[in-house]
């Protein structure tokens, strides 16, 4: 059973930047997609960005052209570049891994707390 353990969260301004990591206990090549998600309090949680195999992605409309999500397979390790952060993008984030294309995320990590300050 691959583990995912996501690092990198923290408190920082508005207007600034965190990178996320989500290290794979075992290899993501086996991963059809990998995704972040987020909930933020009293809200549902809420997939960010997604990536596949075939590195084609998807962003939700509120993060795109200010968040970025990449794999690196040889470090079974996965991304979540975010820029311009806003006090709205405070939640905690999770890695989430499936092998299909479709479907639930069969694999996720503990989540890591944002929190952007105005």
């Known amino acids: 059973q691959v583990q995912l353990v996501e690092s990198g969260g923290g408190l920082v301004q508005a207007g600034g930047s965190l990178r996320l990591s989500c290290a794979a206990s075992?290899?993501?090549?086996?991963?059809?997609?990998m995704g972040w998600y987020r909930q933020a309090p009293g809200k549902e949680r809420e997939l960010v960005a997604r990536?596949?195999?075939?590195?084609?992605?998807y962003y939700a409309d509120s993060v795109k052209s200010r968040f970025t999500i990449s794999r690196d397979n040889a470090k079974n390790t996965v991304y979540l570049q975010m820029n311009s952060l806003q006090p709205e993008d405070t939640a905690v984030y999770y890695c989430?891994?499936?092998?299909?294309?479709?479907?639930?995320?069969?694999?996720w990590g503990p989540g890591t707390q944002v929190t952007v300050s105005s």
């Open positions: 989430a891994a499936r092998r299909v294309n479709v479907g639930k995320y069969d694999y």
């Open positions: 075992g290899t993501i090549f086996i991963f059809n997609n």
């Open positions: 990536t596949s195999r075939s590195d084609s992605t």
